[in-house]
């Protein structure tokens, strides 16, 4: 029996948006007031479910990227050698760094920070808002050329510091424009079919037939992203369907997915990668569920 299309219907729409508004413009605009913003070049913006309108009922925490674009990481592995030599002669090495970022954020929320994650400083807000992850980060530049005119051409994403010490490096802004094209491109229907799946991966957590750490909802994302646009057609139950038989005929291949920011790969042996086989347990699973079972 496989699960009805009103279901589908439901389960394809956002979760609440009450409070998320509201709770990114005043974390942008303690920030945008502050003198330390007046020094500082910044960007500010959404990152996360909230960003990419695939959020669902168990989403609350807001996730927002704080940037400072004036201080960099680099990758010039693709730079030729003399493209090398100069950007270490037209570039200087700040003092200024990650965890300086990250204290300083700190000190401007004040009594509003109730924790420290991984990768993020955690906000109350109060009544009225959702719980925000603030995520201090500097600017990373993947560089493909640089000349002596000082002339750069590179794809930017953002560098987080660990409390280890070890960077991580992403593309957000890839992520997010990325869904808007598949979205665009499958008639509205790939952010729908995201979300019924993210809920799909709820109910088998609830139900204690997944185990909450396998499928992360980036990585359900990500990995709808790479099932071909011809999947999405029709109803949903069509979409869904097509989709879960495409992904049980692909999981050999499952070294070949991207991210839905296009830049890297989606399974590996980094902490920002999944693996294989909890991909496949999570493909398993919502077959089964699928099939009434």
């Known amino acids: 029996m496989t699960l009805s299309e009103q279901q589908l219907e439901t389960w394809g729409h956002t979760g609440a948006d009450s409070g998320s508004a509201r709770t990114y413009d005043t974390v942008k605009n303690i920030i945008n007031n502050s003198a330390y913003a007046k020094k500082n070049e910044l960007s500010i913006f959404l990152q996360g479910s909230y960003a990419n309108t695939t959020h669902v009922r168990a989403n609350s925490d807001v996730d927002i990227v704080v940037m400072l674009k004036s201080v960099w990481t680099s990758d010039k592995t693709k730079l030729t050698e003399p493209e090398k030599t100069t950007y270490s002669t ?29 990768k993020s400083i955690k906000l109350n807000l109060g009544n009225g808002y959702l719980n925000a992850d603030v995520i201090p980060c500097l600017s990373h530049r993947v560089y493909h050329s640089f000349s002596e005119a000082n002339q750069a051409h590179y794809t930017e994403g953002v560098s987080i510091k660990k409390p280890d010490g070890s960077l991580i490096y992403n593309f957000p802004k890839q992520h997010i424009d990325n869904g808007v094209k598949k979205h665009q491109s499958t008639g509205d229907l790939y952010k729908k079919v995201v979300r019924i799946f993210k809920n799909a991966r709820n109910k088998l957590v609830d139900e ?27 109803s949903l139950q069509t979409s869904v369907f097509n989709c879960l038989k495409w992904l049980n005929e692909n999981t050999e291949n499952l070294n070949s997915f991207n991210c839905q920011n296009g830049i890297t790969r989606l399974f590996g042996q980094e902490e920002t990668q999944w693996n294989a086989t909890d991909c496949k347990a999570f493909i398993g699973a919502c077959i089964q569920l699928w099939n009434g079972e």
């Open 90 to 118: 037209k570039t200087s090495t700040s003092a200024y760094s990650h965890s300086e970022l990250r204290n300083d954020l700190t000190n401007l929320f004040g009594n509003r920070v109730t924790g420290s994650g991984n």
């Open 208 to 234: 204690g037939k997944l185990n909450n750490r396998v499928a992360p909802s980036y990585f359900v994302e990500c990995l709808l992203y790479n099932a071909p646009n011809s999947c999405y057609t029709t």
